[in-house]
């Protein structure tokens, strides 16, 4: 069955360093996303991604953060310069298309780790 | 801005007896309600959809019910066991098709 992969799956980074995040959706799937997790807290929503640009983004989502697609497969998030606050699981989903009734599929996550 | 409300306690269940969890909103009915489970550091599964049309949805032990008067859906799980422990997280989506969640409620099913 088709799944949705992250890497890594655990990023450890220094405050202020740049990190990308990376995700391979499953494949005839139109709508990307990215989400955030804090320890113990509920799934936030960061941002959608549509043909080739961003459909939707949250107010968590600033300058900091930015996504792409620099192939046919990857899906990436950057965070320029992390903060300790970044910490958090980020996971990546991906869903045949964006109405209400489609589900989303997840990826396994990467915890990202800011000292 | 739309509101989803989880019984923020853990929930514990006998093995064998049937879990009920909870999903309240706060403003407008959305057209689809999703349910997912989640494990310890993994990403959220998709369980079931049902649509503000449907009162019941049902597949193998899981059922779900959406009362939109109450602006509520239950989520049953029948004859539970162990495997069933899990977090369950209720989510749906608002006007800009982004998915709202919960904050899920943890279930633990006792042998």
Redesign the interface.
């Known amino acids: 069955e088709p799944e ?1 992969t992250q890497t890594p799956s655990h990023q450890v980074t220094q405050m202020g360093q740049e990190v990308i995040l990376r995700c391979v959706p499953i494949s005839n799937h139109l709508y990307f ?1 990215w989400y955030r997790q804090i320890l113990g ?5 960061l941002v ?1 991604f549509y043909n080739n640009e961003i ?2 983004k ?1 107010e968590i989502f600033d300058d900091q953060f930015s996504v792409e697609r620099p192939d046919g497969s990857n899906f990436t998030l950057k965070i320029r310069s992390t903060k300790l606050e970044d910490s958090a ?1 980020y ?1 990546c ?1 991906s869903s045949p298309d ?4 489609y ?7 990467t ?1 990202l780790t800011v000292t | 801005s739309q509101k989803i409300e989880q019984n923020s306690e853990a929930l514990n269940i006998q093995e064998g007896k049937t879990a009920t969890l909870t999903c309240n909103y706060t403003n407008y009915s ?3 309600l ?1 349910w997912y489970r989640q494990d310890p ?6 369980l079931l ?1 049902i ?1 503000e049309n449907e009162k019941e949805k049902r597949k193998e032990r899981l059922k779900v019910t959406f009362d939109t008067t109450l602006k509520q859906s239950l989520f049953h799980i029948t004859a539970s066991q162990p495997a069933d422990s899990a977090t369950y ?1 209720c ?3 608002d006007s ?9 409620t943890k279930l633990i099913i006792k042998p």
């Open positions: 949705v996303y807290q509920k799934v936030e929503f959608s459909s939707e949250s699981m996971f989903a964006r109405g209400p009734s589900e989303q599929y997840f990826g396994p996550g915890r | 959305p057209a689809y999703q550091g993994r990403g959220p599964v998709f959809l649509r997280l989510a749906l989506k800009n098709y982004q998915l709202i969640w919960g904050a899920g």
